[in-house]
């Protein structure tokens, strides 16, 4: 073995001889395991191993140098069990050196160094330099406001370095002082921030200025984590504790910040939200993101709906986040037609965190720990913890002499995930094993653990309740990194669902988003689990939610906007609704975590994820005016003073005319048949806006709703100029094929033409 590991060094530094400084580029190395595992006897941790070899590297390249030092490389991370090897930061000349060893397999240049969350851009389709990321658009004016629970100023991800354009003259906004914050914090990045406490303080009492800030300083992460997520700078080197390490950016990093603190510990009061809404308007947002929701309501008791449309009045886009309260259907808020409601759903990243069992059976999970994996180790769960109720590894319910040592499973409920790990560790255990139930299904949110543990599905979480209750069981964790190339994206089991439970006449969610798992700023005060007993600090935390998804689209529509600046909020939201897709990265049909739903539909994903670059080459537009949304909510049947509420009273429903829901120039159908009726018809009409090439043709395909044929008229739309409007209705008849049933059905219209696909879903409910 000595002999071995002394060959295998002589090979690196013979090859290491002629190494010289010069500019470097990552790359993930892949190795032999075979010809590498012998060595861990020898060495223990493989990682060590290869810090020696790029040692000699160093070494022999500066005595090759007349001793001169050289540019040492640069050890990233180690793979061990997905793939065998390292990332690393080489030269040229360290690469050709590679090839001489025996073991070496390949070395494939990194590709996670891209815009926002260390993926998201990579994962969306988006290049720096290329498409919506050239220069042009990256010199960007567009200010996105946040209404959320403050920021962190100091972050590296709000720094100003590079921004040499001034703030926009339009803008009217200030740097308010109060606890912790003062104008200086401000800068051309963050051009504005203002708290807004009156209705908190009123209902939640006088806030602890020793836990919170009556600023907008965030004590929470939330806020940091949404405004960098949408328009942080770029950050070398993001990472939590290794994990997800690459380039973090806003999607769109030029941008600039407002922040409107709305939101504290116990929540946002709606005074303080429809205040930072409406300064946010006066002071010249073009883009609000609003990671907030309450339930759902008609519009005119919404406060977040009343503001938003006043904020599209003034043309401000607004994305909202379509809930967390999924799978269950009805479940979507912030379903206004204006806003844009956005789903969560998967990236193709993961980071796996493997489970054996003792009879052999393995299972993949998931976890954020970075430290090493477990040897194979006794299992305890419930009565074999400690007391019954052990199960959910609560506080006090580990018995010590039956932990120690051991691993631990523990049941999903009645404290957070970090705590029951904290109390496995309290109680002397060496791991922990976090099981979903069936209603969670394999929906996994990891975890900042602060011992080796895996959360895992409901279909692995009931086998290992199963083996648990067998003689001597056994189980141990390994650990995998950061893995990429899982089928994605996949809808959140936790993603709130359409249809709206009030006003379903427009298919709600629009889109879906990355908003699970994804690394964003965070506070160096707050700890990644948010628990009072965790100490750790970083300035970077992995978390999920449509919080997370609905800023990535704020983002998106700066771009679009900065890029199209003619183009008004509705037309953005067109643009991203028409493009999106509904087949996954395997070319499979997006499928979705809820519990035995494999495939997902419009009222998980709305029209589908959105492809910010076919965004910006739309073809057709589906546009909306201010007024055009008024003439909608008459179609609700609204009296006279709740459309005053909702339009400031300064707008009366016409007499002379039938309006109808399906005639907003919606870029969805949604269609609402009665049931047992046997004369189920609807006619939709639309008007679209040529924004493509200035003479062409689109013919009309129709995927029909099963038991629902559809008629289109005309079939063939034909354009002379860009900028020409033309019109046409869809005809719905109900076959009676599914008029017993309460299922949906869905389908879509699609327009194409030689170059653009604009493609519409449908949705028909039976009531």
């Known amino acids: 073995m000595v002999y071995r590991l002394s060959s295998l060094l002589v090979v690196f530094m013979a090859a290491a001889i002629s190494i010289a400084s010069e500019d470097k580029e990552i790359y993930v190395v892949h190795m032999d395991k075979a010809k590498t595992t012998a060595l861990d006897n020898i060495l223990g941790d493989s990682k060590k191993w290869y810090e020696v070899v790029m040692d000699s590297i160093t070494e022999l390249s500066a005595e090759e140098d007349g001793g001169e030092e050289a540019s040492a490389p640069e050890l990233l991370y180690t793979y061990e069990t997905a793939i065998t090897g390292f990332a690393a930061r080489l030269s040229n000349r360290q690469l050709e050196a590679l090839n001489k060893v025996d073991g070496f397999l390949s070395a494939v240049p990194d590709e996670m160094l891209s815009l926002q969350t260390t993926h998201s851009p990579q994962f969306l389709g988006l290049k720096f330099g290329e498409g919506l990321l050239t220069s042009r658009n990256l010199a960007n004016d567009v200010i996105i406001g946040f209404v959320d629970s403050g920021i962190w100023p100091e972050h590296a991800s709000f720094k100003d370095g590079g921004m ?11 740097c308010e002082e109060g606890t912790r914050f003062t104008a200086k914090n401000c800068n051309m990045k963050l051009i504005g921030a203002r708290a807004y406490y009156k209705g908190y ?15 907008a300083r965030d004590s929470q992460g939330h806020g940091t984590h949404t405004a960098s997520t949408a328009a942080g700078q770029m950050i070398d080197g993001a990472s939590l504790f290794g994990m997800a390490k690459g380039v973090a950016a806003g999607m769109s990093s030029t941008a600039r910040i407002a922040e409107y603190k709305a939101c504290y510990s116990r929540g946002c009061a709606s005074s303080d939200i429809l205040a930072a809404i409406d300064q946010a308007v006066s002071d010249g947002v073009d883009v609000l993101s609003l990671s907030i ?19 599209v009045q003034h043309g401000v886009f607004v994305a909202a986040a379509a809930g967390n309260s999924g799978p269950s259907s009805s479940t979507v808020v912030n379903a206004a037609p204006w806003m844009m409601t956005v789903a969560a759903s998967t990236m193709d990243r993961s980071f796996p965190a493997i489970v054996n069992l ?63 790990g904290q109390e496995v560790e309290k109680a002397g255990g060496a791991g922990m094993l976090l099981l979903n139930t069936a209603s969670q299904g394999e929906e996994i949110r990891v975890d900042p653990h602060v011992l080796p543990a895996s959360a895992l599905g409901a279909s692995a979480s009931i086998s290992i309740r199963n083996y648990t209750s067998s003689g001597n069981p056994t189980a141990s964790i390994v650990f995998k990194g950061t893995v990429f190339g899982k089928p994605a994206p996949v809808m959140a089991s936790f993603s709130s669902r359409g249809p709206a439970l009030k006003e379903p006449y427009v298919i709600k969610p ?33 978390i999920s939610g449509t919080s997370m998804s609905c800023p990535h689209v704020g983002g998106l529509a ?34 979705d975590m809820r519990p035995n739903s494999p495939s997902a539909t419009p009222f998980a ?60 120039n919606y870029p969805s159908f949604a269609v609402l048949f009665k049931r047992n009726s046997e004369n189920n018809s609807a006619i939709c009409k639309r008007t679209v806006t040529n924004v493509g090439y200035p003479r062409t043709a689109y013919v009309a395909q129709v995927h029909e709703p099963e038991g629902v044929p559809i008629i289109v008229k005309p079939k063939v739309l034909k354009f002379r100029r860009a900028g020409q409007k033309l019109s046409y209705e869809v ?37």
């Not at 040499?164 to 200030?174: A, D, E, L, Q, Y």
């Not at 303080?201 to 600023?215: H, Q, Y």
């Not at 771009?559 to 003619?566: C, Q, V, Y």
Request: glycine fraction near 8%; hydrophobic fraction near 35%; include cysteine.
């Open 358 to 420: 003792g009879n052999g059976q393995t299972f993949e999970g998931e976890s954020l720990y970075s430290g090493k994996s477990t040897e194979q180790l006794p299992l305890v769960y419930g009565e074999s913890a400690g007391r019954a109720i052990a199960k959910y590894c609560s506080s006090g319910t580990l018995s010590p002499a039956l932990v120690k040592g051991k691993i631990v499973v523990c049941e999903r409920g009645i404290n957070g995930g970090v705590e029951k």
């Open 164 to 174: 040499k354009r001034p703030v926009p003259s339009r803008w009217k906004g200030v």
């Open 605 to 664: 994903y709305g029209s589908g994820h959105v492809d910010p670059e076919k965004a910006s080459k739309p073809g057709l537009i589906y546009d909306i005016t201010y007024v055009d949304y008024l003439y909608y909510l008459c179609s609700l049947n609204y009296s006279s003073s709740q459309m005053a509420t909702i339009s400031r009273g300064n707008f009366s429903c016409p007499t002379y005319t039938v309006l109808q829901t399906g005639d907003l």
């Open 293 to 311: 929701g309450g339930s759902s309501k008609p519009y005119y008791t919404d406060v977040l709906a009343i503001a938003s449309l006043g904020a």
């Open 510 to 542: 629009d889109v879906t988003a990355p908003g699970v798992n994804i690394l964003a700023a965070w506070p160096p005060t707050v700890s990644p689990s948010k628990i009072k007993s965790d100490n750790r600090s970083v300035l970077f935390n992995v």
């Open 201 to 215: 303080e009123a209902a939640a009492g006088k806030i602890d200025e020793t836990v919170d800030f009556r600023s």
């Open 558 to 591: 700066a771009i679009l906007k900065e890029a199209h600046k003619e183009w008004s909020p509705a037309a953005i939201k067109s643009a991203l609704m028409t493009t999106a897709y509904t087949l996954d990265n395997k070319k499979a049909p997006i499928s």
């Open 731 to 767: 005809r719905f008849a109900d076959s009676g094929k599914k008029s017993n049933s309460s299922d949906p059905s869905f389908g879509s219209l699609v327009w194409v033409s030689i170059k653009y696909t604009v493609r519409s879903p449908i949705a028909v409910t039976w009531k």
